[in-house]
Every structure is written in C-alpha cells, then in structure tokens.
C-alpha cells in the first residue's frame, strides 16, 4: 500500500543497500562462526585427549592392583597345595599366577609411553619370574605329593627378600600413576574450562546470529510480501481450493485402496495364524505322544512284572505273591497318575499340596528310580535332611525327580553314576539334588534347557517338556531351580523347596485320600453297571460286589432300560460316559424321564468330560482308573445324595 508512494529510483536503491549490508553481515558471522567452530573443535579434542590419560592412569593402578591381589591368591592357594596337596588348590594356583601375568603385560603395554613407569613394570616382571620359579618347585614338589618339601620351599620362598621387592615396586608404581593422574586432572579441569568457554561464546554468537539473520530476513521480504501481496491473493485463492479439492480426491482414493490392502493382509494373516496354531498344536501332541509313552512303559513294565511274579509265587509262597501284587498295583497307580498329570499340562489343573517327609519319599521312590533307569547306572541316595518336610504335591514331586533321572540316565548314555541328595539350604529351604555324570551340557543348550518343548533328544524320545513341568513344579510350590553343567563332566539340578514351617496341616492331609475299603456297607444297594468294555465291565461288578452291594451287569446302553423295568428299579446306575450307541448321560436323561428317583454316578477315564460337560448335571464322577476306596466313598456320596427323595 505504501510502496506506491515512493520514488521507484529511491526504493531500487533502498533494496539494494539492503541486500549488500545483509551479504555483508553474513560474510562476517560465517568467518566468526568458523573461527569459534575451529576453537571449539581444538578445546573437545584437548579435553577428550585429557579424559583419555585418565583413563589410562585409573587402570594402570587397576590393573597394579589386580597383579597384586592374583599373586596373593596364587601364594594362598600354594600354600593350601602344599599342606592339604589338593590338587584343585593346584589348579588354583596356575590359574591365578596365570591371571597375574595377564594383568603384567596388560599393564607393560599401558606404561609404554612412560619411561619411568616402563623401567619399574620390568623390573617387576623380572622379580616376579624369579618368584614364580621357586614357587614352582614347591608346586612341583607337592604335585608329586612330597609334602615336607613343598612345605620347606614354600616356606623359604616365603621369607625371600624379592617378596618385599615386589611390593615396593607395585607401591612405587601405583604412587607415580597416583601423581600422574593428579597432574592430569588438572590439565582435565582446565581444558573442561576451556571447551565451556568456548561453548559459551559459541552460544552466544548463535543468539546474536539468529537475531540478525531474522532482522535482515524480515527486512528484506516484507516488502517484496507486501508488493506482491494484493495481487496474489486473488489467484491464491482459486488456486487453494482447485488444489484442496483435487488433494481430497486424491487422498480419498488411497485411503479406499489402503482399507482395501489392509483387509486383504489382516485376513492373510489371521489365516496363517490359524495355520501356525495348528501345526504348534500337532507338534506338541507328536511330541507329547513319544514321552508319554515311555513313562507309560516304565509303569506298565512294573504292572506286568508284578503280576506275573505274583502268578508264580501265589500257589506256594502268597506272602511272596501279596508283596508283587502290591507293586503291580503301585505301577498301575503312578499309570494313572501319569493320566492326571498330563490332565495337569493340558488343563492347568492345581496341584493338591500336602506335607511331605522329603527323604522318606525319596526313599520310597528310589526302587522305582532304579528300575528306570537300568542295572548299569549306580543309584546313590545321600539324605542328609531327615525330619525336614515341604508341602507340596506328592504326586508331582515324584514326576519332577523321574524326569530328572530319566534325563540323567539318557545324558550318561545308560553307564554311569546317579547322585540323589538332600540337604538343608538354609533356614527357610531345603535343596534335592540329582548329580549325574554324563555329557553335560553347553552353554547354548543350557540358556533354553527350561523352555517348553525344547530337546535335544531325537524325534519320539522326548518331549521337551521334563525340565520345564520340573520348573514349573518348583514355582508352583514356591521355590526354585538351580542348574549347572560342565560339558563332559556332568551336570547338577538342584530343585530349592520351602520348609514346612508347622506340622498344623500333617493331620488333616494324612488319611484324607485313604479309606478302607474293607469294611462293609452300611446297607447293601442294588446297582445297574453300565459298561461297554467287557473287561472293564467284569472288574467294575466284581468290586460293586466285593464292597457288599448286589450288581447287575449291563454290556449295552440300549439294553439298560429293559432291565430297569424287569428288576422294578435299581438304587444306583453306576454308567461309562463314552459308549458308542448311547452315551452316559444320553441314557440317564432316558431313564430320569420314568425313574427320577434313581440316584447315578458317571465313572470316566475320558480327558477332557469331568468337568467341562454341563450334560453330567449335579451327578457325581469317578475318574478311571480307580480304587475299592474311591469307588466306595463315590457310590455312598451319590447314594446319601438321593436318600431324601428315595
């Protein structure tokens, strides 16, 4: 607006005054910038040339300290050589005279610059050669287990006056680096003073810049923006909304293609995570399938062993026989055990906690130990942690030791010595160790040994999931694992579990899950097993009938409702779940519908019913396999459920 009042010649000139006082303003912040650049530059590199002594002044005494003390552990160690000719306190002594020789030439190379401290580190490394080789006749002399003259030499290298001179060295060293790096820190602090100075004036040129450059900017474009202003607001205008209306489009386009792209991959990716879960899933199953087939045929092998030694010890010898019997019926029991505890991995079923006597229970399990891992492996029990209990699940316990000498015996490859160990880690805990000496493991194999379903075994003998149900367990009941392992040697798993602290829960734990079944029932019932398998189905009535109830036996789901009408009712239907005609709770709903009284119990071994099928209704289930006692506490809770109404 004002400029159209002016002379034109008078405004030319004005601009160009200003263009020529804004070049030359610049040229002359451009050499002063460099110039302070240049100061700058030069002050880092001295204070960084200055962080660089110190540095190297703090680990010439590092290191002078680190010479003195291996020297001191190796002297040590000697001497516990020489008396007690271990040879461990041998291989100690190498080892930390070794280190005290790394740190001397680690420390030669750090004063190379320095002639006075180079002249001290070799006269040290001499002294300490000389040192080394009378301390290596007595090492000599006890590796040959000549006491009294590794004793002597020791000694006499003791008293030796290069002892005192190597001290006096090491002082003179440390107290000349001490000097130096006061000297350096000096120089460090002076040269800081100077790279803040010269931050500061490079600081203050940039403000002074800045507020020039945005003076002469500012005074040079306002009047070119207020010439060319009123006549680009018009075009600006038309031009901003074509240009607004052309982006929208644009914009609106990519972001239907985008939509597009992204509907497509989230639905290629949910497919192949769908396929991914898959295959994990029937990864796992094959490889459960490997390990739990083997436990299953160290349990069947105790059932059959002891059946068929109770078979021929039953006619003349029964106390023989009573003895193996009561082994089949522990390996049938673990067999089922086993069931739960895969129920356990599957299903995250709890574990049920009870104060257990660690030795007592170790011991008692260390026959099946033994039969596990074969006649060429050495069990040794090592129980120093007698009247010492944790509450943990028995049951689980057992398993994690299992998979620990199962692990054990395939690392010695079937020859060897197995180690079982107990002991008091501290007031609080109690450690169970299982030492073997196999392969050991790497460091690599060690960093993943806990993550499931990893192995090293070939395809179908293992699963991958020992150590981890072993970490698992030891979480879960409020401790730890610890492991080590030296290739070669062996390895050493030490599972850490909490004390228990009183005996207040031991009564209401012992004799929860035992109830003999001997005595006789309160009154005989009249009960209706249904069961499709033929073997199953006569040992289910022979124990209906052992615990003093009369049983009808019923092959046929389909046939169940016959015989209901011809006996006039039952007190009980004891039913299978699964069965291929008719299910268990199929059939109870058809008899519920004439017979609503009757009382029913489900008996399962199926992995996935006993809780997850609403159809089993308020019934009660007996899981199989089973014992006279849980079959007898099954059958009187679901008679005494139904007593009212009958």
Not at 195 to 201: C, E, G, S, T, V
Request: contains cysteine; aromatic residues 4%.
């Amino acid at each position: 607006m004002f400029e159209r009042d002016l002379d034109p010649e008078t405004e030319n000139r004005r601009e160009r005054i200003r263009f020529w006082l804004t070049i030359g303003v610049a040229t002359i912040l451009t050499g002063v910038v460099a110039a302070l650049l240049l100061l700058l530059a030069r002050a880092n590199d001295n204070y960084e040339r200055s962080l660089g002594w110190q540095t190297q002044s703090l680990e010439v005494i590092a290191q002078t300290r680190s010479v003195d003390a291996a020297l001191g552990r190796a002297e040590a160690a000697l001497g516990r050589f020489a008396v007690g000719l271990q040879k461990e306190d041998g291989r100690v002594y190498e080892q930390q005279w070794g280190r005290a020789r790394q740190f001397l030439a680690q420390l030669r190379r750090n004063v190379r610059d320095n002639p006075e401290q180079t002249a001290l580190v070799e006269q040290l490394a001499k002294e300490i050669e000389s040192r080394g080789a009378r301390l290596g006749d007595a090492a000599l002399s006890a590796n040959y287990n000549q006491t009294v003259a590794a004793i002597s030499k020791y000694h006499a290298a003791g008293h030796d006056q290069g002892l005192t001179r190597i001290d006096r060295m090491l002082n003179s060293i440390i107290t000349n680096e001490r000097a130096l790096l006061s000297q350096r820190n000096r120089i460090a602090a002076a040269d800081r003073a100077s790279l803040n100075r010269a931050m500061w004036l490079f600081s203050l040129l940039g403000a002074v810049a800045a507020i020039l450059a945005i003076g002469a900017t500012f005074s040079l474009i306002r009047a070119e923006a207020e010439r060319r202003l009123a006549r680009r607001e018009q075009f600006a205008e038309s031009e901003r909304a074509m240009q607004l209306e052309a982006a929208v489009e644009e914009r609106t386009v990519e972001l239907e293609q985008a939509n597009r792209a992204l509907r497509s991959e989230m639905g290629e990716r949910e497919a192949a995570e769908a396929r991914l879960r898959q295959a994990q899933k029937m990864e796992a199953v094959g490889q459960l399938t490997g390990g739990i087939a083997h436990d299953f045929n160290n349990m069947l092998a105790v059932v059959v062993g002891g059946l068929e030694l109770a078979g021929r010890w039953l006619p003349g010898q029964p106390d023989k026989a009573q003895r193996h019997l009561a082994n089949a019926l522990d390996g049938a029991n673990r067999a089922a055990d086993l069931t739960r505890r895969l129920l356990t991995f599957a299903r995250a079923e709890p574990a049920r906690p009870e104060r257990t006597a660690i030795d007592d229970c170790v011991a008692g399990f260390a026959p099946l130990i033994e039969r596990t891992i074969g006649d060429r492996i050495a069990l040794t029990l090592e129980l120093d942690a007698a009247g010492l209990a944790s509450r943990l699940d028995r049951q689980q316990f057992e398993n994690a030791l299992l998979n620990l000498a199962v692990n054990a015996r395939d690392a010695m490859d079937g020859h060897g010595a197995l180690t079982i160990r107990t002991r008091r880690q501290d007031p609080d805990a109690l450690a169970v160790e299982v030492i073997d000496t196999g392969c050991g493991m790497s460091p690599e194999v060690l960093e993943r040994v806990f993550d499931p379903f990893y192995t090293t075994k070939p395809v179908g003998q293992g699963t991958g999931l020992g150590m981890s149900q072993v970490f698992a367990f030891c979480r879960q009941s409020g401790g730890e694992v610890q492991l080590s392992s030296v290739e070669g040697e062996g390895t050493r798993v030490a599972m850490l579990l909490p004390l228990a602290r009183s005996a207040d829960d031991m009564a209401s734990d012992d004799g929860a899950d035992e109830v003999s079944p001997t005595t006789a029932a309160s009154h005989a019932l009249e009960i209706l097993v249904v069961e499709d398998d033929p073997r199953v189905l006569t040992a289910t009535v022979d124990a209906v009938i052992e615990l003093g109830h009369k049983a009808v036996a019923c092959g046929n789901p389909l046939d169940a409702e016959g015989l209901v009408e011809r006996q006039g009712g039952f007190d009980l239907v004891l039913s299978d779940v699964l069965m291929p005609e008719l299910t268990g709770p199929e059939l109870v709903e058809r008899l519920k519908q004439r017979w609503p009284d009757m009382a029913v119990l489900f008996v399962t071994g199926y992995a996935g019913d006993a809780s997850e099928i609403a159809s089993f209704g308020d019934h009660d289930v007996l899981r199989k396999p089973f014992t006279l006692a849980a079959l007898d506490q099954a059958i009187q809770r679901s008679a005494d459920a139904h007593a009212p109404a009958a």
